[in-house]
């Protein structure tokens, strides 16, 4: 069958379903000409322009074939492999399809035939290797690519005292086989999709098939194939912007996030979907809740009391980074309600700046601080704390500023950020903290109410992607 011939037949099927303007590339199909191949390659494929898109010629059994791989992605080592295959090739031994050819002169493991010229790009701008031989009316894929990837160590954010050292990466096979290697069920399935017009990004979605809630899989799978984007720009973030629109007003985190392996393996026999996306290194854990973002990895390598002790720790110290400070400011507007054991936390220097002021401004340093830190060369990052600490601290209450309760208070805010696992949920809490304060310094107890009472319905109305409540307990 000849191009025009497949154009016709594309055109007639796009008038009948009303698809004219559709691409007509992805009704192309490979051609018995090894020339008419290559003109089509060359013509959609910038080989002349880009220069790790390589077309390699060579002569397999007495006929022209041509290679086109990514530099970069082919591993040398397997290509001379099947090179030195190739030429051991003669005319007699050719096969009469291309199918027949992958059978018995191919020597590699993945290996799958094509015949469509969409599907062939794909392949090869996913790095693997297509070879087009003259006579077949099919492409040769062979998967014999490999990806750029650090090793496994464990992640810098999520670590645990106990338990493995390994961490997802930007792979998605390595992370897919890091919970192979810790799940040996048959059940376990690994269902893999692209999202993306212009990325084409790789997705895998995880799960145990006889633990997993149907109707949450059908809804996830459902919403993936509904994705209209061009890109995952952002990766695991703009998929989850894709996946659920949040609102503006409710920071609260809709997803959990972990770059642990054996913490996404304990989800997945919880009956939980993990989705996995090519070049991050984090899993997206659904359906997620408050009591899982709290939960770390040491909560599970203690024993029982120690790691319900931590949880319960977790919970209070974070209840404290939200009310410590506006009840402070509360206390400090109305002296009378305070009783008379705690007196000693009244401000006793002479007050420069308004409590609120000082407490919005050090909220803002802190944040400036902790960006400060992130952007600073970590042989610098020790000492430049050490003289920020010593500097913003000893001489901005000496100077009239700040005062030393005050400074105190934010102290302990801003170490209690650290003891949450999900970096969402601490910045969550810090605008509940944020607005209650605002809310008590211009309305004082009744803005202190209001403030509580917006708190309570951020966090209630807050709706996961199953449509459940964010308190809601999984019965696993």
Same mark, same amino acid.
């Given at each position: ?356 002021? *000082? $407490? %919005? +401004? &050090? ?9 400060? @830190? ?5 042989? /610098? !990052? ?52 944020? *607005? $209650? %304060? +605002? &809310? ?9 109410? @209001? ?5 309570? /319905? !951020? ?18």
């Amino acid at each position: 069958m000849s191009y025009q011939d497949v154009d016709e037949i594309a055109k007639k099927a796009a008038q009948i379903t009303g698809m004219e303007d559709m691409d007509m590339q992805e009704y192309r199909l490979v051609s018995a000409s090894l020339q008419e191949n290559v003109t089509y390659v060359n013509e959609m494929l910038p080989v002349e322009d880009s220069f790790d898109i390589v077309q390699r010629n060579i002569v397999i059994g007495g006929r022209n074939a041509t290679f086109y791989f990514v530099d970069g992605f082919t591993k040398d080592e397997s290509m001379l492999k099947l090179m030195d295959s190739f030429f051991s090739v003669t005319e007699e031994d050719m096969p009469a399809s291309a199918t027949a050819f992958s059978k018995k002169c191919v020597p590699y493991v993945e290996v799958d035939i094509i015949g469509d010229f969409d599907q062939i790009f794909r392949n090869v701008l996913s790095g693997a290797t297509c070879l087009f031989i003259d006579g077949y009316e099919a492409c040769i894929v062979i998967d014999c690519r490999t990806y750029p990837a650090r090793s496994v160590e464990e992640p810098d954010k999520d670590k645990s005292l106990r338990g493995s050292r390994d961490g997802f990466v930007e792979t998605i096979v390595f992370n897919t086989a890091l919970m192979r290697r810790r799940i040996r069920d048959t059940h376990l399935t690994m269902k893999m999709t692209e999202v993306g017009k212009s990325s084409r990004t790789d997705v895998a979605v995880c799960y145990m098939s006889d633990r997993v809630d149907q109707e949450l899989l059908k809804k996830v799978m459902e919403k993936l194939s509904s994705i209209n984007t061009d890109a995952l720009t952002m990766n695991q973030q703009s998929l989850a912007e894709c996946l659920m629109k949040r609102k503006w007003y409710n920071p609260f985190p809709k997803f959990k996030f972990t770059e642990r392996p054996d913490t996404a393996a304990a989800c997945l026999l919880e009956g939980k979907v993990v989705i996995l996306v090519d070049n991050s290194p984090s899993a997206m854990i659904l359906p997620t809740s408050v009591y899982d973002m709290i939960e770390e990895a040491n909560d599970y390598y203690f024993p029982t009391l120690t790691g319900v002790y931590l949880k319960v720790t977790r919970g209070i110290i974070a209840f404290l980074t939200v009310f410590l400070t506006p009840v402070y400011l509360l206390f400090m507007q109305n002296l009378k309600w305070l009783p008379e054991m705690f007196t000693f936390v009244v401000v006793r220097d002479m007050v420069n700046v308004p409590l609120i002021w *000082q $407490l %919005l +401004i &050090l909220e803002l340093a802190i944040d400036g601080l902790r960006l400060a @830190a992130m952007n600073t060369p970590s042989m /610098l !990052s020790t000492p430049l704390s050490v003289i920020a600490g010593l500097v913003l601290g000893e001489f901005s209450v000496s100077s009239g500023w700040f005062n030393s309760e005050i400074m105190l208070g934010m102290a302990f805010v801003a170490v209690a950020n650290y003891t949450q696992p999900n970096f969402e949920l601490g910045y969550a809490l810090k605008f509940m903290r944020l *607005q $209650l %304060l +605002i &809310l008590t310094a211009l309305f004082n107890w009744i803005g202190f109410l @209001a403030g509580i009472l917006i708190i309570i /319905l !951020s966090v209630c109305t807050n709706k996961t992607l199953t449509g459940r409540s964010y308190l809601h307990i999984s019965k696993n």
